[in-house]
């Protein structure tokens, strides 16, 4: 429910509380969120300002980097990752400026993925085999980036620790889900591994993740902030392409997985989080869809039973918001 100061004058004309009340109330409530994000300018700016440096820093990487060699991308990335922590310290402590602070220790944390592929270039120590280009990294599922994941991580979770900023956890769940598809290969060989392996192993450390999400979000519920939701959305991310992507099994195997994604639907009422309703619709569609082009190809029927299935779930959710 969305609350704006027109709906405290609303209760001071109706008599509910007095106009005095209203005007504290209102207070209070501003002062008290201020520092939440809101869909405002200023925002709206930190928010883009901040992801375009993480992009030009990470995304768009190009090969001329390389130039610096291992020693020279290390202290690049360094000494940018000491100015955002010393930017964002002033902010956050200094000025009060939560979010434009919080999300200079974010950006600081995004450059421990450069800092760390410079420090094993200069080295050599990879897990595996060495894995290219930095640009590489977002391109090719390989197991020696395993380190650039554990490395960010942990940066993630000390800056947690002294910076209680809810977008600290993008980065976190953003490399655990790419852990999930390069533990792969260290698992079953960089070579050996199959299509199938990869796809269960995004599986099940996706449903781990969602278990670690869940936690977090019981744990810190009574805050303002969300530390839970980008472990939830990264964490859907792996469990449902792992569980998607599959694909060919028997009918049973197919009406199990739309059971999953009708359970993902009913978990977002019980979690309240949104997240799941849109990976369960979008399940639920993926079963329709092979129900319509393969099992009831060219049905007459199946349109209507469609639509009496519609019917049914918009009447029996009129009734659950009638009586409960």
């Not at 969305?2 to 509380?17: E, H, L, P, T």
Request: aromatic share 18%; hydrophobic share 55%; with cysteine.
């Amino acid at each position: 429910m969305k609350i704006s100061r027109q709906d405290f004058d609303w209760a001071a004309d109706a008599g509910i509380i007095s106009t005095e009340q209203a005007e504290s109330l209102w207070m209070e409530l501003s002062e008290r969120n201020k520092n939440r994000p809101q869909f405002n300018l200023a925002n709206v700016a930190y928010y883009f300002g901040a992801l375009i440096i993480i992009s030009g820093m990470t995304w768009f990487m190009g090969l001329a980097w390389e130039q610096f060699g291992g020693s020279g991308i290390f202290l690049i990335a360094s000494l940018y990752a000491l100015f955002f922590v010393l930017a964002g310290r002033t902010l956050w402590y200094k000025q009060n400026l939560r979010i434009p602070g919080g999300l200079l220790f974010t950006i600081a944390v995004c450059m421990t993925p450069l800092a760390i592929y410079g420090l094993q270039r200069m080295t050599g120590i990879w897990p595996s085999d060495d894995p290219g280009a930095y640009q590489n990294y977002h391109m090719w599922v390989k197991g020696s980036w395993l380190l650039i994941e554990v490395g960010t991580i942990l940066a993630g979770l000390i800056a947690l620790k002294f910076v209680k900023f809810p977008f600290l956890t993008a980065p976190i769940a953003f490399s655990l889900w790419y852990m999930s598809m390069d533990l792969t290969p260290l698992l079953f060989g960089e070579i050996s591994f199959t299509w199938e392996e990869r796809l269960w192993v995004s599986f099940w450390f996706g449903l781990a993740v969602l278990i670690i999400a869940y936690l977090v979000d019981r744990r810190t519920r009574k805050t303002q902030e969300d530390f839970a939701f980008w472990l939830y959305l990264f964490g859907l991310l792996s469990f449902w392409f792992g569980m998607t992507l599959m694909g060919d099994g028997n009918e049973w195997d197919k009406l199990v997985y739309c059971m999953i994604n009708v359970g993902l639907v009913l978990l977002s009422l019980v979690l309240k989080r949104r997240v799941f309703i849109v990976f369960g619709a979008m399940g639920v569609f993926v079963y329709l869809s092979h129900l319509a082009y393969v099992v009831f190809e060219d049905s007459l029927l199946f349109p209507f039973a469609l639509t009496v299935l519609g019917i049914g779930i918009i009447y029996s959710g009129s009734k659950f918001s009638k009586h409960f």
